[in-house]
């Protein structure tokens, strides 16, 4: 895959809203779903847009909650928004996480190197931050689709 393209729709998928994020039902690609919004006056329609990274030979998702936030937000009732309403802590029932500071290509690695020369196809190593996870995948190709409101990963796939 060309690294401008990459580079493009990564910077694409800036500032929107992740609304999932996993391996796939199949376990070989791995998948960020986005609620892509613009400002209303530009005429651009909410969609909701389905970043496959395929081939996805190492995940690595990592919280970057920080941990004083951790030790005030592990209440079960903060994992929904309406029970969460009078709590302090980090309330994850908000159901997405804002894609800031975003997504990047990065260099070239070692591992990048070794799978594209063990497969015989390129891979890449992206890292994309939320305000809660930051996640790094090494993968072939990024395809980016849209998917339908209520989209439910594991039964469409």
């Known amino acids: 895959m060309d690294t401008a393209a990459l580079r493009q729709l990564l910077d694409d998928s800036f500032d929107h809203a992740v609304v999932h994020h996993g391996y796939t ?14 400002d ?18 190492e995940a690595r998702c990592v919280s970057t909650v920080a941990p004083r936030t951790w030790a005030v937000s592990l209440d079960d009732r903060l994992t929904d928004h309406e029970s969460a309403a009078d709590l302090d802590g980090y309330v994850w029932g908000v159901k997405c996480h804002v894609l800031y500071p975003g997504a990047k290509l990065l260099p070239g690695s070692e591992a990048t ?40 990963p594991f039964v469409t796939d």
């Open 40 to 57: 209303p006056r530009t005429g651009i329609e909410p969609a909701y847009l389905r970043y496959l990274f395929r081939h996805c030979v």
């Open 113 to 152: 190197r070794r799978w594209s020369r063990d497969l015989g196809i390129d891979f890449h190593e992206v890292c994309v931050e939320t305000n809660a996870h930051r996640i790094t995948l090494i993968f072939s190709e990024l395809r980016v689709s849209e998917v339908p409101v209520g989209y439910v």
């Open 25 to 38: 039902a199949y376990m070989r690609d791995y998948e960020i779903v986005v609620h892509a919004t613009a």
